[in-house]
């Protein structure tokens, strides 16, 4: 079975740029989450969807970052314009029941 | 104060030894406890699941939850070299809520 599948591995902007993430999660798994990992902290969960309804965005910077999941499979999280405090790992997850699947993330630095 | 405290480490034993991993959290509400292994460059990886308090072993592992005192543990016998990685503790109200996640523990097995 593929795991979840995210792109660029690693990408560098300077601040006020804008970025995007795209993420695939596992074959079937209904509910896709983005966390954002910054060095020496746990994940901190940005977007979970259901499908392609969102469930919970209550930590979504919402005047800089977006996320989509329109048919349901991939999701793409878009940064803009991009902050030095946004460097960070960007973690793509997918679960079917109660068990997560994380994918390699994003390592994005903001200079 | 933080939902969830756990010590950065990192922390150093010798292969063979007993590994000691802990967190404390302050809210009551947590029923789910889980630990994730995360190696360098990668997304993480659950280990232990648990609801409420007790033990639960799974090989090498045993991960316990007194939630009279509000503290998580993660044993592990005979480490081994390849168990080097950051472990998180982590844990959730409900089955559907978001989990929050600790800083995670870097763990060196020195063989």
């Known amino acids: 079975e593929a795991g979840v599948a995210q792109s660029p591995r690693y990408k560098i902007i300077e601040k006020r740029q804008s970025v995007a993430f795209w993420c695939n999660p596992i074959?079937?798994?209904?509910?896709l989450y983005w966390y954002q990992q910054i060095l020496g902290q746990g994940p901190k969960l940005l977007i979970q969807?259901?499908?392609?309804?969102?469930?919970?965005d209550s930590q979504l910077p919402k005047d800089r970052f977006s996320a989509e999941r329109l048919k349901g499979v991939d999701s793409t999280l878009k940064i803009q314009p991009a902050k030095l405090e946004d460097s960070a790992v960007y973690l793509c997850?997918?679960?079917?029941?109660?068990?997560?699947?994380f994918g390699p993330g994003t390592r994005l630095l903001v200079l | 104060q933080k939902e969830v405290e756990q010590d950065p480490g990192p922390l150093s034993v010798p292969e063979g030894a007993i590994v000691s991993l802990n967190c404390t959290y302050s809210?009551?509400?947590?029923?789910?406890f889980m630990w994730y292994r995360q190696y360098s460059r990668k997304g993480p990886e659950l280990l232990m699941y648990?609801?409420?308090?007790g033990n639960k072993e799974d090989g090498r592992f045993t991960a316990q939850v007194d939630k009279s005192s509000k503290y998580i543990s993660l044993f592990i016998r005979d480490s081994q070299p390849s168990d080097s990685a950051t472990y998180l503790c982590?844990?959730?109200?409900?089955?559907?809520?978001?989990?929050?996640f600790g800083s995670g523990t870097r763990l060196s097995i020195r063989p």
């Open positions: 982590a844990m959730k109200n409900s089955s559907a809520s978001k989990i929050i």
């Open positions: 809210n009551s509400a947590f029923q789910y």
């Open positions: 074959s079937g798994h209904a509910t």
């Open positions: 997850a997918s679960s079917e029941q109660e068990t997560q699947y």
């Open positions: 648990t609801y409420s308090s």
């Open positions: 969807f259901q499908n392609n309804g969102v469930v919970d």
